[in-house]
């Protein structure tokens, strides 16, 4: 008996008699496949962009108060040198002062070390001196616009929309710190 061959069937584009694809149909995918890497890899970096844009952010903010606390340690410093007296000068003529107070028969340290200002890195520090020459203050020597620009505690309220970290100048004020000069009418 004689049988007819079973017929032949045209490929679609997807898959060949064998059950293979066809390379249009494996060209359409790798497209495909190469499109959506490419949308991968632009999403991961406009994350990563955000995430640095964030990292920034926050490492100045952390300086920010990193200043805020160096500068009150300073403060502090040349309000215990200036009450502990002890002869000389009533503030310091240098900032090693402050470390190593030789004034009177007791060494004294009224800092622990001379700090780096955070902004910059460096001991670069402005310091604020009478018409003699001693120091009642520091200042950042950086030109940078702080981030911060209220919110102070009341010592530091002239920081207060400040144009440059050089602007937040940390002097001792006497009277803030219960200091009063006495007149000879008390």
Not at 10 to 17: A, C, F, K, V
Not at 22 to 27: D, F, G, K, V
Not at 51 to 70: D, N, P, Q
Not at 98 to 121: C, F, Q, S
Request: proline share 4%; net charge positive; with cysteine.
């Amino acid at each position: 008996m004689y049988t007819a061959a079973p017929p032949v069937r045209r490929s679609t584009g997807r898959r060949g008699l064998r059950g293979e694809r066809s390379s249009a149909a494996r060209r359409t995918h790798a497209g495909f496949t190469y499109i959506g890497l490419l949308i991968i890899v632009a999403l991961m970096g406009i994350a990563s962009a955000a995430l640095g844009t964030l990292w920034s952010v926050s490492a100045k903010r952390e300086k920010e108060t990193e200043l805020l606390f160096v500068g009150h340690q300073y403060r502090l410093a040349i309000a215990r040198y200036r009450a502990a007296g002890g002869g000389g000068t009533a503030f310091p003529l240098d900032l090693r002062d402050l470390v190593d107070d030789e004034r009177g028969a007791v060494l004294r340290h009224h800092l622990r070390k001379l700090y780096n200002d955070p902004i910059t890195g460096r001991n670069d520090w402005e310091l604020i001196r009478t018409q003699d020459g001693q120091i009642i203050g520091i200042a950042s020597s950086s030109h940078a616009i702080p981030m911060k620009q209220d919110n102070f505690d009341p010592d530091d309220d002239a920081f207060k929309d400040a144009q440059c970290y050089c602007d937040w100048k940390f002097v001792f004020a006497p009277r803030r710190f219960g200091v009063v000069r006495k007149t000879a009418n008390q």
